[in-house]
């Protein structure tokens, strides 16, 4: 009887110290899911400064030279974060289809209802 007792509290304890092995597949995805909504977020910024630059070459608050340098300058952070959130999802690199693609989407989300 004893050697049993012996036996399943060994298997308690071992079960108990080796947990923690299974948990960092938990953790990485939580830490994963984490970074995809970071992702998101970011995307939408740079989506809505795109936005808000090309408004602004519209009632010209901003020059041409401004406007191309600005909107290089955004295009490749959103291509950043698009190759990102491919790599994360384990897809293709981003490419410029992709981002007018997705820029046009969010235009047509803004846009009011008339």
Known sequence: MIPALLVVAFAGLALWILGPLRAPSRR????????????????????????????????????????????????????????????????TEASPDTLEAEIAAARERLRPLS
């Not at 830490?31 to 740079?46: F, M, P, Q, T």
């Open 28 to 91: 990485m995805e939580e830490e994963g899911e984490s970074r995809w909504k970071e992702l998101v977020d970011a995307k939408h910024a740079i989506y809505r400064s795109i936005l808000d630059l090309e408004f602004d070459r519209a009632v010209a608050k901003v020059s041409e030279e401004d406007y191309t340098v600005l909107r290089r300058q955004q295009e490749a952070e959103a291509l950043a974060v698009l190759a990102e959130m491919d790599a994360l999802a384990s897809t």
